[in-house]
């Protein structure tokens, strides 16, 4: 069972706004931080965003900040990712993750992943 399932990537414009969505399995009965990473061609994955369990934490890479925001039903491992004033550059397969409590833990310390949706941004 995989545990975690995003869903929303697809091809858009420079400029365009795009939604992720990221649902746990029952596989992870535990209420955790979530996060998303993303990953492009020849590129390392990275951290872009992540919350807490109860939503009270957000972190942002500074190559989003202002232009993406992170949100979750609150104490369910449901998390979002909005997506506005895409560049190409934001082009990656886009990763949910979870970590294995409520705080927001280090990049390297997340527990269980999804297997990624394509977000392709053309100019």
């Known amino acids: 069972q995989v545990p975690l399932v995003e869903s929303g990537g697809g091809l858009v414009q420079a400029g365009d706004s795009l939604r992720l969505a990221c649902v746990a399995s029952?596989?992870?009965?535990?209420?955790?931080?979530m996060a998303w990473f993303r990953q492009a061609p020849g590129q390392e994955r990275e951290f872009v965003a992540a919350?807490?369990?109860?939503?009270?934490?957000?972190d942002y890479s500074d190559s989003v900040k202002g232009r993406f925001t992170i949100s979750r039903e609150k104490y369910k491992n449901t998390v979002y990712l909005q997506m506005s004033s895409l560049k190409p550059a934001d082009t990656a397969v886009y990763y949910c993750?979870?970590?294995?409590?409520?705080?927001?833990?280090?990049?390297?310390?997340?527990?269980?992943w999804g297997q990624g949706t394509q977000v392709t941004v053309s100019a």
């Open positions: 993750a979870a970590g294995r409590e409520l705080q927001i833990p280090q990049p390297l310390e997340y527990e269980y």
């Open positions: 029952e596989r992870i009965d535990t209420v955790r931080a």
């Open positions: 919350i807490s369990g109860g939503a009270f934490s957000k």
